[in-house]
């Protein structure tokens, strides 16, 4: 694959997961809370990706029992957390403020390896925590009026989904020499699915996906921004430095915020813009430094 195809493969990955508002915005017009999206999100990937790996890479289905325990840690105490945190905030401030909170992720990840893996903590990465901690600061105007028409509880859960979205790398990092990342992506989302489906009122709204609309998003929101965003953005890695493909990846908040203006009546200010700016730039320092010493960067789910 030639390079230029590679970069649109992996601009395209990253943009089908910013357009996630425009399908999850309709379900909640139809009565769903963020919780119960998080089901729809994780029962059709699900079902999706397993059909896809039983088609085409039936062999790498197979797995070891006890890495079990690692893929139900990420389904649940990872992806199913982040996605509830993050379509919380969408719900309550818009899809460009839960957005740029969530790429607080590679700051945690790099905290997190810190401690868990030993990795150091560079002057680069020190850098690139204040940057982020400034830019979020001026996305929920805590700077630079020193007060915030959001509460105090709307940004922690922002600040969540960064954290628990930057879990997935530290759960899977231990098996990712064992097995692909359709692998383990598909197995996470095996056990969000089944721990979204006991712990969510979902069943009890079945009706509502005779709404064409209600199931044209549900199907769009785990085709387009889950199954696809995946396979397209792994594509694209497998023939660029992973450097090169974090980088890229910012893509993904630049085309959520755009959506978010455009679409979702999402109001910005000059001060949240470079707000979000900062944020964007202190993913691209910590990320681009760390990919540098490892060829695969843990996938976004």
């Not at 709204?205 to 387009?224: I, Q």
Request: proline share 3%; with cysteine.
């Amino acid at each position: 694959m030639s390079r230029a195809r590679a970069y649109l493969f992996t601009i395209a990955g990253a943009t089908a997961w910013g357009l996630i508002g425009l399908f999850v915005a309709p379900l909640y017009e139809h009565g769903f809370t963020a919780w119960e999206v998080v089901a729809i999100r994780g029962v059709f990937t699900f079902i999706m990706l397993i059909i896809f790996m039983s088609l085409f890479f039936r062999k790498q289905l197979k797995t070891r029992w006890q890495d079990h325990l690692i893929f139900a840690a990420a389904g649940i105490i990872s992806i199913a957390f982040f996605n509830y945190f993050y379509f919380e905030v969408f719900s309550q401030a818009g899809i460009s403020l839960a957005v740029t909170l969530l790429y607080t992720g590679p700051i945690f990840v790099t905290l997190l390896s810190r401690i868990f893996f030993k990795e150091p903590l560079t002057k680069r990465k020190v850098a690139a925590l204040i940057l982020a901690l400034l830019g979020c600061a001026f996305v929920v105007e805590l700077l630079p009026f020193g007060s915030s028409n959001l509460s105090f509880s709307l940004i922690m859960m922002g600040i969540l989904s960064g954290f628990f979205y930057a879990l997935y790398s530290i759960f899977t990092k231990p098996i990712t020499h064992r097995y692909s990342p359709l692998t383990i992506t598909t197995y996470t989302f095996l056990y969000t699915s089944l721990f979204m489906l006991l712990t969510s009122d979902l069943r009890s709204k079945l009706y509502l996906f005779r709404e064409p609309d209600v199931l044209t998003s549900s199907l769009l929101l785990a085709f387009v921004s889950t199954v696809c965003g995946y396979i397209f953005y792994t594509t694209g890695l497998k023939h660029l430095e992973a450097s090169r493909a974090s980088i890229l990846a910012t893509i993904e908040p630049i085309v959520a915020v755009i959506t978010g203006v455009l679409f979702l009546n999402d109001v910005l200010n000059l001060f949240q813009t470079v707000g979000i700016i900062a944020v964007l730039y202190s993913a691209v320092l910590v990320t681009e430094k760390r990919t540098k010493t490892t060829q695969k960067r843990p996938v976004r789910s």
